[in-house]
């Protein structure tokens, strides 16, 4: 079995919920928003909040009050649509959603100012991380340490580790590429879809592949 | 039987593995080393009795046992400080307000003589709600003294619609604190200073929560009086009118056309509260004579009898009409039951609709939601399934006593 050169280092990551001032109670409230609000809450709606909305209809949480607070389904499809893998930051992703929404007010206008039947609080996660004394030095012990992830800490490495990446890859796949050198793997686990899984079977899903490999 | 009636002893937090998984606890404890040597402290008005109360008494066992040594306070004060705090409570929760004008001179001496009879050498201080509020005066006499520890304000009210002449009163001794801890982003003001969410949780170990046998589950039915052959709808709440108990006997009776089901209303409150009985006695009458409708008065120390009550029923209900945050409907997701429940304060927190749960703004809304998940079983089944593991990832003590270490590393280090 392949040994890497440097090993993968496990955290363990805690996230507190910050609420912040911003407080949407209309269509247009929330497009204002999405233009003006902070980094963190826009990845904290987008992709965070799949810890504990991984049952809901939508994974985004703009996508699911849309539907849920304004009754409006179409806009909301298109906002838990918005392709997460083919925007390279934050930036770009705040485009994205805020375009998708004034593009609908544009062609619905009445929609902008209906009260909303709750209002949307913005919110941000603030991390805490601690270094576990586990580490992989090869797939197979890769697998078994993600086996043994919390929900939190496999969130940390799958999916926050995108901001530090650049929305393009995550930790696992990031040290599978680079100190194993298997894009191709890499990739397969980049691949796996965890915006529409629950993180338990991201989880399966992850180290089943690697396992397979690792045999 | 010893898991119906066993001695409650303080909990440890190696008693929570099977609840939670071992990587949760080994999280904790790996957070908790890393505040090793800071002390805690906890202040609010009152050691028994009440939601703060019955949460500290269980927390603090456990910030103990994670190595964080914390220290419980509570303010003392005279009947009519405690009579002004309580008029303070129900205006911040948007009942009138028609104070005195000595009222908040009194709130703060007593504030004051707390302020100098207590010792804050703790590197985290906790004040819990309004009343001890103002003892946020004591950080300027530490700081003197070259001790910068951290005051943080634990809301456990709903601000959402608080009254303006109390909030304007009070908001400037929050805004002098580090953070804010709220239950739910809509309880919020709006404050100038860090708002974290620190959802209420349930204690899974609690004689109102733990695993029961199926056979005492059972023994308790029958004590009762209700036949488990046949559908049970349970509501548990104190006779109160924000309660809505007569709401639920309308939406039973609805119910009732189209299955042959019992309703159970349990609580207590009635003996000691003169409001109580009058609502007992309108809940009476709206049974009229029912044989199917069980109406509970049960004693205060009840709580393995109303967990068996959760754990036999069918589908439980907590249609309130004003809520805090509703912890009873935590209890009930986490015995795995299809809720339905009114979309009122912390409730759609807990409850997300059809998925969770059930959420309901009316009398006929309630009973339908009901009559859905009678002719649905499989689809209640997965609701309460849902439901056990929102609340295992959000609302459980484990997660608040991980909150408030996370709490104590963030403002640690934004310090620096």
């Known amino acids: 079995m392949n040994r890497a050169g440097q090993p993968f280092e496990f955290v363990a990551a805690s996230y507190l919920v910050r609420i912040r001032r911003e407080r949407a109670r209309t269509l247009g409230d929330l497009g204002r928003f999405l233009r003006t609000c902070s980094d963190e809450s826009i990845f904290y709606h987008t992709f965070q909040s799949l810890e504990t909305h991984h049952y809901s209809a939508f994974s985004s949480d703009f996508a699911q009050w849309v539907l849920a607070a304004c009754n409006e389904a179409a806009l909301a499809e298109r906002l838990a649509t918005v392709d997460v893998r083919g925007v390279t930051s934050l930036e770009e992703l705040r485009g994205a959603l805020a375009g998708a929404l004034e593009e609908h007010i544009q062609a619905s206008p009445a929609s902008a100012e209906r009260p909303a039947f709750e209002p949307f609080h913005f919110c941000e996660a603030a991390e805490v991380t601690v270094p576990l004394e586990t580490r992989a030095w090869t797939l197979g012990e890769l697998a078994e340490g993600i086996r043994r992830l919390s929900l939190h800490t496999l969130s940390y490495h799958l999916i926050t580790s995108r901001l530090r990446l650049k929305l393009q890859t995550n930790d696992f796949s990031h040290w599978i590429q680079h100190s194993l050198g298997r894009p191709d793997l890499a990739a397969k686990v980049n691949n796996v879809d965890f915006y529409t899984n629950t993180l338990e079977g991201v989880r399966d899903e992850v180290a089943d592949l690697l396992a397979a490999e690792a045999a | 039987m010893e898991a119906a009636t066993g001695a409650t002893r303080a909990q440890r937090l190696d008693d929570y593995v ?65 009579a002004v705090t309580k008029a303070f409570h129900n205006a911040l929760h ?12 009194l709130f703060l001496a007593t504030n004051e003589e707390n302020r100098k009879r207590m010792q804050f050498d703790e590197d985290l201080v906790v004040i819990h709600d309004p009343q001890p509020m103002g003892l946020i005066h004591a950080r300027d006499g530490a700081a003197r003294e070259g001790k910068a520890a951290h005051w943080v304000w634990r809301c456990h ?65 029958q004590r009762f009086g209700i036949d488990t052959s046949r559908p049970v709808l349970t509501q548990i709440s104190r006779f109160d009118r924000l309660k809505d108990p007569v709401g639920v006997i309308q939406a039973y009776r609805i119910v ?58 069918t ?12 912890l009873t409907v935590s209890e009930a997701l986490w015995k795995r039951k299809p809720v339905v429940a009114s979309a009122v304060g912390g409730i759609p927190s807990q409850v997300i609709h059809k998925l969770t749960g059930m959420l309901v703004h009316s009398v006929p809304g309630c009973a339908y939601q009901i009559r859905f998940l009678l002719s649905n079983p499989d689809f209640a089944r997965q609701v309460g399934e849902y439901g056990h593991e929102h609340v295992k990832e959000n609302f459980l003590i484990t997660a608040n006593l991980k909150r408030y270490l996370l709490l104590f590393l963030i403002l640690r280090r934004q310090r620096g």
């Open chain 2, 18 to 82: 099977t609840e939670v998984g071992q990587p949760e606890v080994a999280e904790i404890r790996e957070l908790a080393a890393r505040l090793r040597g800071s002390r805690l402290k906890m202040v609010n008005s009152t050691a028994v009795g009440g939601g703060v109360a019955e949460i500290l008494n269980r927390l603090v066992p456990l910030l103990e046992d994670a190595g964080i040594p914390t220290k419980w306070e509570v303010i003392t004060g005279g009947e009519e400080f405690f």
């Open chain 2, 94 to 105: 948007g009942a009138p307000y028609e104070g005195r004008p000595h009222w908040f001179d």
């Open chain 2, 157 to 221: 009210i709903d601000l959402s619609h608080a009254h303006r002449d109390v909030w304007e009163f009070l908001r400037p001794f929050v805004e002098r604190y580090d953070a804010s801890l709220f239950s739910s982003p809509a309880f919020t003001q709006g404050l100038s200073i860090p708002q974290f969410l620190f959802f209420p949780t349930i204690d899974p170990l609690a004689d109102k929560n733990k695993p029961l046998p199926p056979e005492y589950v059972e023994e308790v039915m």
């Open chain 2, 256 to 313: 009732k056309k189209y299955h042959d089901c019992q309703l159970v209303l349990a609580g207590g409150g009635a003996t000691d509260d003169p409001e109580g009985a009058a609502v007992l006695q309108e809940v009476k009458e709206a049974a009229a004579g029912d044989p199917d409708i069980r109406i509970l008065d049960l004693p205060p120390w009840s709580h393995t009898e109303i967990n068996a009550l959760q754990r036999g029923s």
């Open chain 2, 315 to 326: 589908i439980v209900i907590q249609k309130s009409l004003r809520e805090g945050f509703g």
